[in-house]
T-cell receptor, first 115, second 115 residues
Framework: AQTVTQSQPEMSVQEAETVTLSCTYD???????LFWYKQPPSRQMILVIR??????QNATENRFSVNFQKAAKSFSLKISDSQLGDTAMYFC????????????FGGGTRLMVKP | DAMVIQNPRYQVTQFGKPVTLSCSQT?????MYWYQQKSSQAPKLLFH???????NEADTPDNFQSRRPNTSFCFLDIRSPGLGDAAMYLC??????????????FGAGTRLSVL
């Protein structure tokens, strides 16, 4: 069975500062994909960033980057220059080829960006 | 432009009164999902369609049914809503990526209240 764990239920950060959200996972699959999804209050969930397990290079998308440690099964999200619009629930998720098109989600981290 | 559209955004029903939630997509994705999400929790997959093939999660209550009359539309029917069914219901679609893996696109959700 696959599991995804987010150990930080809530976090806060000052505007313009950097914050890191943690995620660990467990899978016996060798070919899998990891995602961070963002769900702002009362708005739809959107993909922030994705990482292919076979790639060693960490994915980056503008102010968002990941630290993918495959051996440790760790996939943290770093948000640089935090903005008020980054306030949201963040979900880490795992997908693999034989998953039947299904994502395994972590429990989420609520991030509050303070002015 | 919204690509996964859920109607209505808010739905109030009475205990035991059947209710239907709808989802449509303009992405022409072959996979569609229904999730239940309770406050500050991760989405819980109820079922998904791969084209017309219906896949029910083992722990999805019989009270929940789904229909997918065509590629664009999918419906969630709750036959006899209980107080515990009050939640946000998310519809999502997915497509495979050229390099492997897939991405899910979410609607804004329907928040169901049961009185």
């Amino acid at each position: 069975a696959q599991t995804v764990t987010q150990s930080q239920p809530e976090m806060s950060v000052q505007e313009a500062e950097t914050v890191t959200l943690s995620c660990t996972y467990d899978t016996s699959e060798s070919n899998y994909y990891l995602f961070w999804y963002k769900q702002p209050p009362s708005r739809q969930m959107i993909l922030v960033i994705r990482q292919e397990a076979y790639k060693q290079q960490n994915a980056t998308e503008n102010r968002f980057s990941v630290n993918f440690q495959k051996a440790a099964k760790s996939f943290s999200l770093k948000i640089s220059d935090s903005q008020l619009g980054d306030t949201a629930m963040y979900f880490c998720a795992l997908w693999f080829n034989n998953a039947g098109n299904m994502l395994t989600f972590g429990g989420g981290t609520r991030l509050m960006v303070k002015p | 432009d919204a690509m996964v559209i859920q109607n209505p955004r808010y739905q109030v029903t009475q205990f035991g009164k059947p209710v239907t939630l709808s989802c449509s997509q303009t992405l022409n994705h072959n996979v569609m999902y229904w999730y239940q999400q309770k406050s500050s929790q991760a989405p819980k997959l109820l079922f998904h369609y791969y084209d017309k093939d219906f896949n029910n999660e083992a722990d999805t209550p019989d009270n929940f049914q789904s229909r997918r009359p065509n590629t664009s539309f999918c419906f969630l029917d709750i036959r006899s809503p209980g107080l515990g069914d009050a939640a946000m219901y998310l519809c999502a679609t997915s497509r495979p990526l050229a390099g492997g893996g897939n991405i899910q696109y979410f609607g804004a959700g329907t928040r169901l209240s049961v009185l």
